[in-house]
């Protein structure tokens, strides 16, 4: 264990290239307690599991935190993992739990009950203003008080509300994946959407 905390208190470094034939060999060597082959994962997949962390927390530091508490849960957990799930996708689950845990533990509100779905309705972000500032000083300044209240609003948004709402529309990710990834379907993801876009727009009509 102590070969692990090491291991994940590093600065993330290059990412390897792996086929899932090697990736596969990674695992099996890994989940019998080869500490090389465990290192070679975590490079493999910690720019992802970076990215995440500070996507949802805004703050280096905190993300520096959830990704070695992720990754020492990874380490942890990895003999239970049997291959029934692409481990990229395994891997996301137990991130994601981390960062939920972690917004519940800085207080955020807890979740209320999803609404019915309305599909069709027009992406939130379509509804905002224009941002760039097309060398408008005063058109600048807006993007970025926008961008403010943006993040401020995020913040009250329940933890998986804001959770998919970061992965749907920073990450790019498509609904189906997000609902693989939290463990879940794509309806009850893209019913989550719909919650946290509804009260964005709540919060932001003004400027919407």
Known sequence: MEGCLELIHRVPGATPQLDALEER??????QRGDRAAFEQLVRLHEGGVLRLALQMV?????AKDIYQEA???IYRSLGRFRFESRFSTWMYRVVMNVC???LRRAGTRREVQAPESEPGQAE???????ERPALNPERALQGREVQRRIQAALTRLSPRE???FELKHYQGMKLRAIGDYC???EQTAKNCLFRATQKLRLELKEIA
Request: hydrophobic residues 35%; without cysteine.
């Open 100 to 102: 939920l845990d972690h």
């Open 25 to 30: 060999t990674l695992i099996r060597q890994a």
């Open 71 to 73: 990754f020492l849960k």
């Open 183 to 185: 463990g879940t379907s």
């Open 124 to 130: 939130f972000f379509h509804t905002l203003p224009e």
């Open 162 to 164: 804001r959770l998919v």
């Open 58 to 62: 805004r703050s280096e530091e905190e």
